[in-house]
Every structure is written in C-alpha cells, then in structure tokens.
C-alpha cells in the first residue's frame, strides 16, 4: 500500500524527470535572527514554469523556510563565485568555518541560505572586511548554522 509520503516522493521525481521548472520569488522575509545577521525565515512563492503534461496537475506554494546556512561570494551571488571555507575545525557537535578574505576591487557578499530552498537574501559586506567565521550544530540534519560574525581590518 502507497502511502502519502511515498506518493509525493514518485510524483516530486516524476516532475523533476519531466524537466518541471520550478521559479521561486523571495516575497518578503520576517523577523531578523536574535543576532540581527540573517532573516529568521523567507517567505518563497512557486509557481510552475512550465506544463508537464495533459494528466498531470501542478500546485504552486507560497511557504516560509527557515534560515539554516550562510555562503560568502566573491562579488555579488549572481556571478556565481561562491567561496569554500579556507578551513574547518570540529569541536564536539560545533564546526567551525573560517573565511578569509584577499583584498580584491570587487566587495564579498554573505548570502543567506535557506532550508529546502535556492532563494537567498544576500548583502555585500563592508569593504574593510577580512574574514568571517560560521559556527554550525551538527546535531541537526542538514547542519544549521548557530552564529556567523566577520572580521573588519582598515587595509593598507
């Protein structure tokens, strides 16, 4: 017998063998974070892009998605230059991610990620910016991040 779960499963890959394109549009984020750093959540509306066929019924959403990862750029996101981490370091149940960052004309930018999502909401950094740090729980799945800060030094 198919359950619910088992038939959202087949019906999500059947749309994604078919090539369904789905658009996602930030429409508005709430509350920002107790840090202040990144919105709590994102309000996403998607709306299919195209028809998948003459028997199949599509649904659009409009649902929040909670903040769960930070992402450092070089230049804005939309150029596609996402930074790794330079390094890593577990303590316990925390990793620890560091950033630095290499003078450069262009600005970095934190964009921030959220769950079950491709919308972000992305900021440049302050020019005099050298790195930044995330501090992510590994005890929830995917990992979330607990706290993120950035580094500023007056450059020569």
């Known amino acids: 017998m ?46 299919p892009a195209d028809k998948v066929g003459p028997d199949w019924q599509v649904r659009a959403s409009n649902e ?22 330079d390094s890593q370091q577990r303590k316990g149940k ?8 290499a003078e450069s004309p262009q600005a970095y930018w934190v964009a ?8 972000i909401a992305a900021r440049p ?3 005099d910016t050298t790195g930044c740090t995330a501090e992510h729980n590994l005890n929830t799945s995917p990992p979330t991040v607990k706290r993120w800060t950035c580094q500023r030094t007056a450059r020569r």
């Open 125 to 127: 950094l302050d020019k």
């Open 2 to 47: 198919m359950t619910y779960k088992k038939i959202f499963a087949i019906t999500f890959l059947v749309w994604g063998g078919l090539g369904c394109v789905w658009a996602q549009t930030p429409v508005a984020s709430a509350t920002s974070s107790a840090a202040g750093q990144c919105p709590e959540s994102l309000q996403v509306q998607q709306t």
């Open 64 to 85: 929040s998605h909670p903040h769960f990862n930070v992402s450092f750029f070089s230049g804005p996101p939309e150029k596609l230059e996402k930074l790794a981490p």
């Open 112 to 119: 921030c990620e959220y769950f079950r999502t491709s919308a």
């Open 94 to 101: 925390t990793l620890i991610s560091q950033w630095n960052f």
